[in-house]
């Protein structure tokens, strides 16, 4: 019985792990469609590089992060490639006056990232 209650501790600690992996996702594109709100353009142009920014993130995490990547680039490749991600969102936020913010982000992306290395 206890094996039992152990797996299912496990899997959802790793649900938990993922689901915030998923939620700062969806912090990265919120922060580029922030830039797109900030930027000195038109209502309508900004609504629309919003969009172009979020869904050419998406693409790349997509082709290289997901699970289900086309392209293969390596454990180095896909950490830099993700830090490069949670480093931009946190310079969008500090630049847009949202310092705690961004520190919070990277504090629990970093704390994130640990927890599904050791999950894994």
Known sequence: MSERIQRRGGQTVRA???GIRFSLKLCILASLAIFAAHLDVTGLVQVLLGLVFCVMS???WGAFLSP??????GLAGRLALEAAFFAGAALI???VGWPVSALALIAVAVADR???ALIS
Do not use: S
């Open 16 to 18: 938990t792990v993922l």
């Open 58 to 60: 998406a693409a790349v």
């Open 68 to 73: 289900k990547r086309k392209h293969e680039i």
């Open 93 to 95: 936020l500090a630049y």
């Open 114 to 116: 640990i927890a599904l």
